[in-house]
Nanobody, 123 residues
Framework: QVQLMESGGGSVQAGESLTLSCAAS????????MRWYRQAPGKQRELVAS??????????NIADSLKGRFTISRDDAMNTVYLRMNSLQPEDTGAYYC??????????????WGQGIQVTVSP
């Protein structure tokens, strides 16, 4: 059974940084793609960043409004995708979710969601 687990959230002051991790667990798995979403109170969920494995490399994308502050990366040995968030602002506050398309030798490729993790940025 494949599971995604986020970690690294918390409460910070404006201007500080956080790195979120999304670890995929399961046997003989490969992360085909991973997306980070966030949802602020009273707002719709929005796509923050994505990474897609293509051949020996990755295609990454960051939401236009977040470019220059957020980066996405992966560690295949750890089956983990990271979201590095710099210069955090109060408007970055919300619940952050990872959503991955994961290949498992036993179940094929499927989409999975993490449980979400809270990021709170104080002025």
């Amino acid at each position: 059974q494949v599971q995604l687990m986020e970690s690294g959230g918390g409460s910070v002051q404006a201007g500080e940084s956080l790195t979120l991790s999304c670890a995929a667990s399961g046997s003989l798995i490969v992360i085909n793609s991973m997306r980070w979403y966030r949802q602020a109170p009273g707002k719709q969920r929005e796509l923050v960043a994505s990474t897609l494995r293509r051949g020996s490399g990755d295609i990454t994308n960051i939401a236009d409004s977040l470019k220059g502050r957020f980066t996405i990366s992966r560690d295949d040995a750890m089956n983990t995708v990271y979201l590095r968030m710099n210069s955090l602002q109060p408007e970055d506050t919300g619940a952050y979710y990872c959503n991955g398309n994961i290949y498992s030798r036993t179940t094929g490729s499927n989409d999975y969601w993490g449980q979400g993790i809270q990021v709170t940025v104080s002025p």
